[in-house]
């Protein structure tokens, strides 16, 4: 297929290359429109991640979901514009992807049986289909000949069954997505429709059969008198992620209404308690599907929750045990205070106790005794027997599990001991990362600046260093608060030495905001004015949360947490998103002219969409110097400058007028691009004379070489192709050469300009004297420049039509008032001058041409 697409681009090439432009125009416009939201989701994505937003996982896989199509896009694209190059690219792309999806994507959620699993068929491996606090139970069964109720568990292949059988899966998504956890009426609105969604949906008839066959085989008589108890063992629970007390647990239960509270359990998956929990501990809702653990219940006496690891002294060897009268659950839904009972393990009979006041436990009974008791044999919520059998079970699980255990357990009327609930011992709590705020109401300092947009939250301090062109990189100090019209991502070779960021241009999507980003250097952008407002070499404090620039270093702001910030925190889900980040984020291809600049250096998707654009953009731009003959369908442009130019329409440039002429006027061109440019070119004050302006050099080579042709041949002329809203042209001025490429796209709010001049008659340094001129006026027209010798490559992008025909106008004017300056500068203070000139709209600088 490569080898056909080859060919078939090579055909057409040769039989057919208007064919071949009007594809490459369409393909590079379509690279541009999906490199522009590349970088606004890549932008998206390093925000929830450096501002530590906490959204839930599906808001990350849908941004990066469309994040991938529009990289792929952008690789399609380049390939169609240079079909015959970095053909590995895609190979590249896939990789990342692959890794990036891995991380992503939970496991494959099974909605198959089984649907049901007694407690004895469970596993070790049965973590997935039964949950973790059930899987947990199971093995402590079946490893300790710890006595625990009886049971099943309902698996999550059936919660999963329930989602597909009722279409839920996407309604889910959706809401989640668009679930702002911050907001408590967001968060109680998304659950709330979320609960009702669960508790309404219809139970498939295959998992009602196999829970009613499962509680007849395993309690076959005596169930319409029994009661039961059914708790969650979501996938996850119990393990790095405890989701204590996150999930709804029914009890006495009836044997007719399983079913009901089966839904009520899966239902509170989607509390607001539940959602705010997962989402703060970076789990995925696909990646904790509902099990339900269903068990006999226990008339308890006593019940409680032991720790074989005391958290307020780890170094002794005891365990903790708290206990209450009557069921557990009144003590971890806090509404019952606990005795609290310490049994050493290596002197099981040194036994210590605290016992709560009896009014702050709900009493069992009417009529309750409120004396308090002087030893441990007169508790009334855990026997000694008891306490010593507790530490002994607790001893055992920690062998087994080989970690310290958190237990539930309870105590029946007959003095028998069960084991509810086992999982591991948090002796670090996890918190949820809370947004940090902060304020400062009594600063004194004067506040030079106020406005923008944060590109990276912060607080920086240093002196005012002001760029007015890529030359001042060179000597920014360390330390600087960097300040400049342009937002250029070639600040980035400086980035390490800067403590802050303002420009007057640019968005949180640009190159150097996510670059800032990836750097923690706060960034303020868009900040018009801030070139008047902040003077060069003065001391200043930036606070770009707070959108501010202080006079003076504030102490109080340098001090704070803000101004330091801990931006990979300990949070599994920023940990998870690191990786993803890492994946996109980091940009390593920088220099389009380094050794690197390649596919096979690129370490990111960033670096992709770099390597893309660049290759896209130098293919465009000098898509006219391949052109050796004159392109079938191109138009002779009829105007008053002595210059002869073809015009290929690719789409709208031209009037439909011209169809079938040969030949076109300034009055029928459409493109907005050519139309300014030819506007400056054709401004009063510049003086164009009789002299022919064409490629004298290649005139020159071919008649020294023998042969004869007119100077007004195709090809020693400038030419352009053109659309509705872009222009490619190739201006060729006696012995110096411009390319001109513009792109005015109001879709896409690209509006982009990139310019090439160099060569010329005169001597170097009259020509680089020329350069030098060229480049102080576009660095005043906001371009950003870069400059070689007598070579001179700018850019310039901004989101208003308008303005860019401004700056292609004055293109026009400027490539009419220099066509052969280098003829008659004579040292840099004409330079001087004649840029004071060019600005005061003076643009004919020579006494007499020649």
Known sequence: MLLKN??????????????????????????LSHDKRAHELMAELEEIYYRQTVVDFKVIEDKYDDFSTRVHAIVKDLQSICPTRYLDLMDYYKRFDDYTRFLLSPKNSESKAPFVMPMPEISKGSGMPAGGKAMHLAMARQQTAIPSPDGFVITSNAFNAILDANALRKIIDTRLAGLDIDSTMSLNDVSKKLTDLVLNATIPSEIESAVIETVNAIWPIGTEDMRFALRSSAVSEDSRASFAGQYRTVLHVSYDNILDAYKKVIASKYSPEAIYYRINFGLSDSETPMAVLCMEMINAKNGGVMYTRDLENPESDDVVIHAVRGFGDLLVSGRASPDIIRVSKKEPGVINFKIKERSSQSSPSAGHDEREPKNLDDLESLSPEAALSLMHLGVALESYFKAPQDIEWCVDRQDKLFLLQTRFLRTE?????????????????????SGGEAACDGIGAGMVYKINSQTDLDAVPRGAVLVSRNASPSFVRVMKQLHAIVTEKGSMAGHLASVAREFGVP??????????????????????????????????????????????????????????????SPLRLIDPASD??????????????????????????????????????????????????????????????????????????????????????????????????????????TVMSGGIISPDSAMFASHAIVSSDYANLNLKFGYHFVIVDALFDEQTKVNAISFRFNGGGADLSKRILRADFLARILEALDFDVFQKSDMVDAEFTCPDR?????????IGRLLGATRLMDMYLKDASMVDRFVDEFMNEKYHFGKREH
Request: one cysteine or more; glycine letters at 4%; aromatic letters at 10%.
């Open 429 to 449: 709590n996890f918190q949820a990362i809370e947004p940090m705020e902060c304020h400062f109401d009594d600063i004194q300092n004067r506040v030079l600046f």
């Open 596 to 701: 690197i600049f390649k596919p096979d250096s690129c370490r990111s998707m960033h670096d992709i969409i770099r390597f893309c654009h660049e290759k896209a953009v130098q293919e465009m731009f000098h898509i006219s110097d391949r052109r050796i003959r004159k392109i079938r369908g191109s138009k002779k442009l009829k105007f008053e400058i002595p210059m002869p130019m073809y015009i290929l329409d690719v789409g709208g440039g031209l009037s439909e007028k011209t169809r079938n002429r040969t030949s076109v006027g300034i009055d029928e061109i459409k493109s907005p691009p050519l139309v300014a440019v030819l506007k400056g070119l054709n401004h009063p004050n510049i003086q164009w004379g009789n002299i022919l302006h064409f490629d004298w050099a290649e005139h020159d080579k």
């Open 523 to 584: 960034a303020l952008m868009n900040a018009k004015n801030a070139l008047d407002c902040l003077s060069q070499g003065t001391e200043v404090t930036v606070h770009t949360t707070e959108h501010k620039v202080y006079k003076g270093r504030v102490q109080s702001l340098m001090e704070s947490p803000c101004a330091k910030r801990n931006l990979i925190e300990k949070s599994p889900f920023m940990k998870r998103l690191k990786y993803v980040i890492d994946f996109i």
């Open 802 to 810: 308008e303005t860019a025909a401004e700056k292609l106008d004055m």
């Open 6 to 31: 080859i060919f078939k681009y090579w055909t057409r090439q040769l039989f057919a290359p208007d064919m071949v432009l009007q594809d490459k125009y369409t393909s590079f416009k379509s690279l």
